[in-house]
């Protein structure tokens, strides 16, 4: 039989391997494999918190055995640093340990990657539960401590990008954890001060672990949310003036007076103000224009209702479509008396806070615009003029009877009252001038 033409190419023969020759397998822990696992966490007291980090990040195995070693006594001594109670002008080292924390998170977001939500918080927290500062009433000194911004920035790298269903899990823990419903309801239900110091450590744990310094505006506005929306409204008003109100330069104590006794400076509005247009901007999506107006109507009554100009400069701090939406709600439910006597305590707080008085009659114009018949507008111009001279007499009149303090005030009223006055109305000129000369 002839063999084929085209010949079958002859297999090389494979060498036989002696069994005792196989080549060793790759370790996921590479040349780590040879060292002891206690010179494997000599080694890792050479490297700071960020090459941790990065190393967690080689496998599964490592990163297991990073877990282990922060877990430890040395690995507790060695990440968990407590030197909190620092002097106010080192902000060096203030800084350093609120870089160590954000590392810190960062280490243990790695380690902890693969975990699920619930598992994850239950380590970090079997972590970090001997660090007595990270606690609602772990520490003495509260005002001089920065262990709950630590604890702040810590949660905040931990949880960057995790979706809303694992950050609501994230509070309902911590919330539970420090047993804050039942100590919010003990604030906002009682007199307000009467528990000054529970006041002050919901305060400082909001604004330090919750609302994080440097969140960013969609973070900041989930958490205040979650924070504000389980209460009633006049119990959120409540919450959120202990949390953003003036407090004592003094003990940190809220002060609770402080809207009703006099004018007030914008330093003591800024935080209700910023908190109200976190929860008025886009990124707030639980809240509408009615619940956000709603709460600053029932937060210029707590606890008592306030000075009227204290309103307007909570207003004029709060932004112009907040300022409008508020003025609007007024002037649609007829209540054109109120918004015509709001309307000069705005003219004057821009008198005294060296505002645009050009703002004052633009934003006058558009509530005017708001009103659906002319007679409605004109009887809101006519109340905005008596509301005027009915305010200058009442000063006057507590001018000529002698009502004197040490600052003078009722003089000062007088001085800055009569200025508003006509600085609000040769603006007013100035358009009618200005828009007849156009026409014409």
């Known amino acids: 039989m002839t063999s084929s033409s085209a010949s079958v190419p002859r297999q090389r023969q494979r060498r036989s391997r002696r069994p005792g020759r196989e080549p060793p397998a790759l370790s996921a822990l590479g040349d780590f494999q040879s060292l002891p696992l206690e010179i494997f966490q000599m080694v890792l007291n050479y490297l700071s918190v960020k090459d941790i980090s990065m190393l967690s990040m080689v496998s599964k195995t490592i990163s297991g055995r990073l877990i282990h070693y922060i877990s430890t006594s040395s690995g507790s001594r060695r990440l968990l640093l407590q030197d909190f109670h620092q002097e106010l002008p080192a902000r060096r080292e203030g800084a350093s340990i609120l870089e160590h924390y954000r590392a810190l998170g960062l280490l243990l977001k790695r380690c902890t990657l693969l975990l699920p939500t619930r598992d994850r918080l239950k380590y970090v927290h079997k972590v970090l539960s001997g660090v007595s500062c990270f606690k609602l009433n772990g520490c003495a000194s509260p005002l001089h401590c920065l262990g709950l911004q630590c604890y702040g920035v810590f949660l905040q790298i931990l949880t960057a990008g995790w979706d809303e269903l694992e950050c609501h899990r994230v509070f309902n823990f911590l919330w539970d954890l420090s047993n804050l419903a039942r100590k919010v309801q003990t604030v906002v239900s009682s007199k307000p001060g009467s528990a000054r110091r529970l006041e002050l450590r919901i305060r400082l744990f909001c604004r330090g672990v919750l609302l994080s310094p440097g969140s960013r505006r969609s973070d900041s506005a989930f958490w205040l949310t979650r924070i504000l929306k389980p209460w009633p409204m006049v119990n959120q008003a409540r919450l959120l003036y202990i949390i953003f109100g003036p407090v004592s330069s003094r003990d940190g104590h809220v002060v609770w007076q402080k ?102 009659v633009r934003m006058m114009q558009k509530v005017c615009n708001v009103f659906s018949t002319p007679w409605e507008r004109n009887n809101f111009l006519q109340s905005l003029e008596n509301s005027f001279a009915r305010m200058l007499m009442d000063t006057l009149q507590a001018v000529l009877a002698g009502e004197r303090d040490e600052e003078d005030s009722s003089f000062l009223n007088l001085f800055h009252l009569m200025n508003a006055q006509a600085n609000f109305h040769k603006e007013i000129l100035y358009l009618a001038m200005g828009s007849s000369s156009s026409t014409s």
């Open 259 to 360: 809207m009703i006794e006099g004018p007030t400076d914008e330093t003591s509005l800024k935080g209700l103000a910023d908190a109200i247009k976190l929860l008025y901007g886009t990124e707030a999506r639980e809240w509408t224009a009615d619940d956000v107006i709603s709460l600053v109507d029932e937060l210029s009554v707590v606890p008592q209702e306030w000075l009227m100009e204290n309103n307007a400069r909570l207003l004029l701090l709060s932004g112009n479509s907040i300022c409008f939406t508020f003025m609007a709600s007024k002037a649609v439910n007829g209540r054109a008396v109120e918004l015509a006597r709001l309307m000069v305590f705005m003219v004057l707080v821009c008198e005294k806070d060296l505002y645009c008085m050009d703002w004052a």
